[in-house]
C-alpha cells in the first residue's frame, strides 16, 4: 500500500518568501503525485500534478513541484508567497491502475506573514 | 455547471440518529468517492463508485453505505451514527479514463455526532 509523509503540519513565511511545503511518499510501484490546495471553509482544489512525464511539474498560482525518485519526494514551492497563498495543503499519491483513488498526507498549513 | 454539490452544508446528530450526505454532479463523470476529513489525518477515501450501480470500500468503509443508482447521484448513509463519525466530508468525481483524471471536490459536509 502506499503512504504520504508531509513534514511540518504548520509553516509559516513572510510575504515574498520562498515557499515550500514538503512531501515524501512510499510505494511499491511507480505512482502518480498530487497536490491539492484548500481555502477556509472550501473543497480542495487541484495545484499540480505528476504522471510520469517531465519531472518538473508547473501549476497553478505560481507553484511547482519536482519529483524525486532517489528521495521518494514531491516538495512544493513558490518562489515569493502571497497573502492569499495562505491556506492548506495536501500532497496525495496513487497508483495505477486506480489512478483515481488517492491517499493523502495530514495536510500542511501555510501562513504567510505581512 | 454547478460542479460538485453537497448538502447539508452542515448538519447536527445524536448518536444512534440516521441521514444521509446527498452528492450530486452534473460534469457526467462516472467516477465518485467519499472522504472524510480529520484534523492530522488528510483526507481518508470510504467509499467509491466507478459508474451507476457499481460500487466498493475504501480505507474507512465501517459505519457508511452507498449506492449507486444514477450517473449523477452518490449518497452516503449513516444508518447508526457514533461520536467518531464527526467529521467533514468530502465527495469528489472525475472522468475515469485511462490516465489520471482531475478530481473535483464539493464543498463539503460538516457532521457534529452529539
Known amino acids: 500500500a502506499q503512504s504520504v509523509t508531509q513534514l511540518g503540519s504548520h509553516v509559516s513565511v513572510s510575504e515574498g518568501a520562498l515557499v515550500l511545503l514538503r512531501c515524501n511518499y512510499s510505494s511499491s510501484v511507480p505512482p502518480y503525485l498530487f497536490w491539492y490546495v484548500q481555502y477556509p471553509n472550501q473543497g480542495l482544489q487541484l495545484l499540480l500534478k505528476y504522471t510520469s512525464a517531465a519531472t518538473l511539474v508547473k501549476g497553478i498560482n505560481g507553484f511547482e513541484a519536482e519529483f524525486k525518485k532517489s528521495e521518494t519526494s514531491f516538495h512544493l514551492t513558490k518562489p515569493s508567497a502571497h497573502m492569499s497563498d495562505a491556506a492548506e495543503y495536501f500532497c496525495?499519491?496513487?497508483?495505477?491502475?486506480?489512478?483515481?483513488?488517492?491517499?493523502f498526507g495530514g495536510g500542511t498549513r501555510l501562513m504567510v506573514k505581512p | 455547471n454547478a460542479g460538485v454539490t453537497q448538502t447539508p452544508k452542515f448538519q447536527v446528530l445524536k448518536t444512534g440518529q440516521s441521514m444521509t450526505l446527498q452528492c450530486a454532479q452534473d460534469?457526467?463523470?462516472?467516477?465518485m468517492s467519499w472522504y472524510r476529513q480529520d484534523p492530522g489525518m488528510g483526507l481518508r477515501l470510504i467509499h467509491y463508485?466507478?459508474?451507476?450501480?457499481?460500487?466498493d470500500q475504501g480505507e474507512v468503509p465501517n459505519g457508511y453505505n452507498v449506492s449507486r443508482s444514477t450517473t449523477e447521484d452518490f449518497p452516503l448513509r449513516l444508518l447508526s451514527a457514533a461520536p467518531s463519525q464527526t467529521s467533514v466530508y468530502f465527495c469528489?468525481?472525475?472522468?475515469?479514463?485511462?490516465?489520471?483524471?482531475?478530481?473535483?471536490f464539493g464543498p463539503g459536509t460538516r457532521l457534529l455526532v452529539l
Open positions: 463508485s466507478v459508474g451507476a450501480g457499481i460500487t
Open positions: 460534469m457526467n463523470h462516472e467516477y
Open positions: 496525495a499519491v496513487s497508483v495505477p491502475p486506480r489512478g483515481n483513488m488517492l491517499t
Open positions: 469528489a468525481s472525475s472522468n475515469r479514463g485511462q490516465s489520471i483524471e482531475t478530481q473535483y
